[in-house]
């Protein structure tokens, strides 16, 4: 004769199948014959990943989704697809073609060949340019730092009072056979007498397809949580390009992400994520452009005496050099000559 179920046993086989109702209900297609839940969490499934219980890189917002916010927290980046309109970037890269014919002067503008090319003979055009520095003086440049889509997600990372503090349109040449077109692995917060670190973010725009074969950003996610390192010139064998310092030590058991990316693409990354780029093994130039944004109630600091204390001497003589000046000067004082306010007030930088 059968054993009759238990008082126990009849309320665990109640519990299971109000389990399978509710996970039928949660999870359309879930049951007998059905495939597994996707890995994939939705709103709707329980996940063991564990998210931050206090957000730390990214403030309250209504723009990034949570997937979005844990995984710059977590990773020190983010990709936005096709942020920037095509009709922008072509106008962006007509403006460097113009600039580079000299058809436009830019005060303050640093024009900046490859140290390949730097000592061959100038041509008044884009092929002899590698990068322009701090277009925050030209009208049409600049206004990539202020498009409205750009400014709603850097709000995220820097609060509502913006400033533009260090701007870039990058020309990455073919390589030359040096390999001088690498950017070495750095992080941007070596550059910068300001903090604190976490309110600070670049903005990067692709103005082409970008990979691997000419020369796409590579990161190592997750090192933003790391100090800031000691950085130097690499011992390159071909060269390395003025103010290309590069981390000195790193783990390098840090599995590498190559960012391709299509033209208008945007990546938004930590100043302390360590970042680089390869060669451009192609036959044409690769072009980005981007700008530094921070807080403007963060504040400058002291690097005398810091691991920060090379690049300061570099900035400096690069400025009075630039701006015909003999006396010394503070390199806080550079920063608020380059720096422009886009968004909100301006407080303490």
Known sequence: MAERPSHADSA??????RLRALLRHLLPGWGPGAGRPTQFPTSAQVTTVKYPIQYRYTLDNNVLSPEQRDFYEENGYLVI???????????????????????????????????????????PDQKAVSKLQDFQRHEELFRYCTLS?????????????????HTMLINKPPDSGKKTSRHPMHQDLH???????????????AMEKIDRRNGCLVVLPGSHKGPLKQHDYPEWEGGVNKMYHGVRDFDKTIPRVHLAMEKGDTVFFHPLLI??????????????????????DCHYIDVKGTIQENIEKEVVEIARTKYGIDSPIPLKDVWMVRSRLVKGERRSL
């Open 12 to 17: 665990a086989s109640a519990a299971s199948l």
């Open 81 to 123: 697809k096709n942020l920037v309109s095509d009709e922008d970037v072509e106008h962006f890269r007509n403006e460097f073609v113009k600039i580079c014919r000299q058809e436009v002067i830019v005060p303050g503008l640093m024009v900046i060949r490859d140290v390949s090319i730097a000592k061959s003979e100038f041509i």
């Open 149 to 165: 889509q750009i400014l709603k997600y850097v709000e995220c990372f820097t609060g509502p009072n913006i400033m533009a503090m």
């Open 191 to 205: 550059y910068f007498p300001f903090r604190p670190a976490d309110r600070i973010v670049c903005a990067w725009t």
């Open 275 to 296: 970042h680089g780029s390869g060669m451009n093994r192609t036959e044409g130039f690769r072009k980005a452009i981007s700008c530094h944004y921070a807080s403007s």
